[in-house]
């Protein structure tokens, strides 16, 4: 019990540093790095409640596909960053107000009033949280599950007519064309009298 | 308190146990490289450090611990000593699940498959953050190509995977192999063949192997994302090239080859002459096949162009690998001898 109160901490603690970090930091690549890290730390607090599922996915998810995606674009933009330094005060005001509200949110939900706080139980050794997951996830949550996946069809259909703009002229290289050329359409052997 | 630190330090003598032999493949790997491609293409390879120039991938070691590292001075310095050190943590550290034996694995966990997916989708982290620090152009554009490369292959690799997830219902590696049980015929790369193509395939993409070495191109853009690298920092990246490379050729031949089993397993005669076998022999075996495919590729292809590699990853593999999740289920559901049964 002693060593996984030492691990939550430690990773508690990284994690709220992190996610300051993310915030703070004045470089946007270094922010998403920090936003990674704070992935991590996640991962673990989750993996330390046995979630195993929802921690791996966390990584292969966000760390592996979203922030590498994320950091790709970050890297590209053209940040200046003393502009965001001289303006960074002026947001201080409505922070503090969000900060305020939220952190008020959060501790009215968790006073001792209406958090009923559960005992964690261990799970026994031949429990798996995949198939329990999908159990549930197939039987009682059917609809709304479906309904996430149409949902995110529409999304991928949307953004894919969204950029894909059927301009004629647009430069593009014709695969099937490509595959069909053969040696006869590309090459001509022009027979020359060689020198004497 | 006491029970857990010996537990503890047991742990890190199976982790030393696991990674030196590791190391040490990694070396001979190198080795076996330029070998075997000098053989394909009429050459000798390297025949000067010791017999047969065994001691050349240890010269080529020392010389790259004695070279002066160089940082440049743009460059962001703590991301860039960083990463190297993430693109070779999570080749090592996907080895904790790997069983070389019915018993020999460091953790027989249940989410087996998912940790995999989850270690080789972060290695993509090392090359990005490479590219980014060292501040040059070639390197972006390699950290660049090799982010949009991962990540497109990386979908193709998990639908493959959950073809195999299906077929063995369940995603513990160890009952991955067990339900492969039974000789040759059982093993999974025949019911699932366009899966076992889709993930070697996907493996060498994903380990920015020719010929989908886009992330380095010499002859495009230089060296890629290490090209700002020298002495350890250079050689820990190529430490982590190979450590993947036999990573997917073990995963390989764990998914699809039945991992430790025999070949022989329920062949009358063969099984008794063979039983002596090891199941970490037919592993190494396995892998080393794969490996051996891995240089056959490099000599053999040319590199690919970049839209043809994101045509292949998203226009071929993806919806073969559909296609066939649908076929693996029907073949579940009408219980296909002598796979499913």
Redesign the interface.
């Known amino acids: 019990m002693?060593?996984e109160q030492i691990v939550f901490i430690a990773f508690s603690l990284m994690l709220i540093f992190a996610a300051i970090m993310v915030v703070c930091s004045k470089n946007a690549?270094t922010s998403a790095?920090y936003l990674?890290y704070a992935f991590f730390n996640s991962a673990v607090l989750w993996m330390l409640m046995q979630a195993?599922?929802l921690s791996?996915?966390l990584?292969?998810v966000y760390?592996?596909?979203v922030m590498?995606?994320f950091?790709?674009v970050v890297?590209?933009l053209n940040i200046n960053i003393e502009n965001l330094r001289r303006s960074r005060m002026k947001y201080l005001p409505i922070g503090i107000l969000m900060t305020a509200l939220i952190v008020g949110i959060v501790i009215y939900v968790v006073m001792p009033e209406h958090y009923i706080s559960l005992t964690p139980v261990k799970a026994t050794e031949h429990y798996?949280?995949?198939s329990s997951l999908g159990m549930v996830l197939y039987t009682h949550y059917l609809y709304p599950f479906e309904l996430a996946a149409v949902l995110l069809l529409a999304a991928i259909i949307g953004a894919i007519s969204l950029t894909h703009v059927g301009n004629p002229k647009r430069k593009v290289?014709n695969?099937n064309k490509q595959i069909q050329a053969n040696k006869q359409s590309r090459l001509r052997i022009i027979k020359m009298p060689s020198e004497k | 308190?006491f029970d857990?630190i010996i537990a503890l330090v047991w742990i890190v003598i199976k982790i030393v146990i696991i990674l030196v032999p590791l190391l040490i493949a990694v070396a001979y790997l190198t080795y076996a490289e330029r070998k075997v491609i000098g053989y394909m293409q009429c050459r000798v390879g390297p025949n000067r450090v010791g017999i047969f120039g065994l001691g050349q991938p240890i010269a080529d070691a020392v010389k790259l611990f004695l070279k002066e590292t160089i940082d440049p001075t743009a460059a962001n310095k703590f991301?860039f000593m960083l990463a190297p050190v993430l693109s070779l943590m999570p080749a090592l550290a996907a080895w904790a699940v790997i069983p070389f034996n019915n018993s020999w694995v460091l953790a027989n966990?249940?989410?087996g498959v998912?940790?995999l997916?989850?270690m080789t989708?972060?290695g993509?982290?090392g090359i990005?953050?490479a590219g980014?620090a060292s501040n040059s152009k070639y390197a972006?554009l390699g950290?660049?190509r090799s982010?949009?490369q991962?990540?497109s292959y990386?979908i193709a690799m998990g639908f493959a995977l959950v073809g195999v997830l299906m077929a063995a219902g369940s995603?513990n590696l160890q009952t991955i192999i067990h339900s492969q049980q039974g000789g040759i015929w059982h093993w999974f790369f025949i019911p699932l063949f366009p899966l076992f193509l889709v993930y070697w395939i996907s493996g060498v993409a994903e380990t920015n192997r020719l010929p989908f070495d886009m992330a380095e191109g010499e002859s495009e853009i230089v060296a890629g994302f290490h090209v700002e690298y020298s002495g350890m920092g250079f050689a820990v990246f190529f430490l982590a090239e190979y450590a993947n490379m036999i990573l997917i050729s073990a995963l390989v031949s764990i998914f699809f080859l039945g991992g430790w089993l025999s070949p022989f397993d329920g062949i009358p005669y063969l099984s008794n002459l063979f039983a002596w076998v090891p199941g970490i022999i037919w592993f190494i075996a396995k892998t080393f096949i794969f490996l051996l495919l891995f240089l056959w590729l490099r000599a053999t292809f040319p590199r690919y162009r970049y839209?043809?590699i994101m045509?292949l990853g998203w226009k071929v593999l993806i919806p073969v690998t559909i296609v066939w999740i649908f076929v693996v289920g029907f073949a579940i559901e009408f219980h296909l001898s002598p796979w499913f049964n």
Do not use: C, H, K, P
Request: hydrophobic share 75%.
């Open positions: 002693l060593i690549v790095l990674v195993e599922f791996l996915v990584i292969f760390v592996g596909a590498t995606l950091l790709f890297m590209m798996s949280n995949i290289q695969i | 308190m857990a991301l966990v249940n989410a998912l940790y997916l989850a989708s972060i993509v982290y990005l953050i980014w972006f950290a660049l982010a949009a991962v990540v990386e995603a839209d043809q045509r």
